[in-house]
């Protein structure tokens, strides 16, 4: 499976986003899919997961802010984040929650300004 995400950019304090990532191949409707960031030096952390029945959880630090979705039938996985802070800043990916992971793909840049 490959997974491509886009939606990334430069936005102000306060301001929204929605970040989708593509995946490839069937599987993913099957699939519980995580959004995690990662900030240069630190290690990517999960942010929320939503299964393939649309059910869905958060991090205690997006809850909120952040909402994930799913559409199936795309094989997409959207990221909907609101009233952004700096410290959201941050490279996002999407995975399956799976032990064995997909490959991760290049990710999209979030860079948040105060």
């Known amino acids: 499976v490959q997974l491509q995400a886009s939606g990334g950019g430069l936005v102000q304090a306060g301001g929204s986003l929605r970040l989708s990532c593509a995946a490839s191949?069937?599987?993913?409707?099957?699939?519980?899919m995580g959004w995690y960031r990662q900030v240069p030096g630190k290690q990517r952390e999960l942010v929320a997961t939503?299964?393939?029945?649309?059910?869905?959880h958060y991090e205690d630090s997006v809850k909120g802010r952040f909402t994930v979705s799913r559409d199936n039938a795309r094989n997409t996985v959207y990221l909907q984040m609101s009233s952004l802070k700096p410290e959201d800043t941050a490279v996002y990916y999407c995975?399956?929650?799976?032990?064995?992971?997909?490959?991760w793909g290049q990710g999209t840049l979030v860079t948040v300004s105060s």
């Open positions: 939503i299964t393939s029945g649309s059910s869905t």
């Open positions: 995975n399956t929650m799976s032990i064995i992971k997909w490959a």
């Open positions: 191949g069937s599987i993913f409707s099957s699939a519980v």
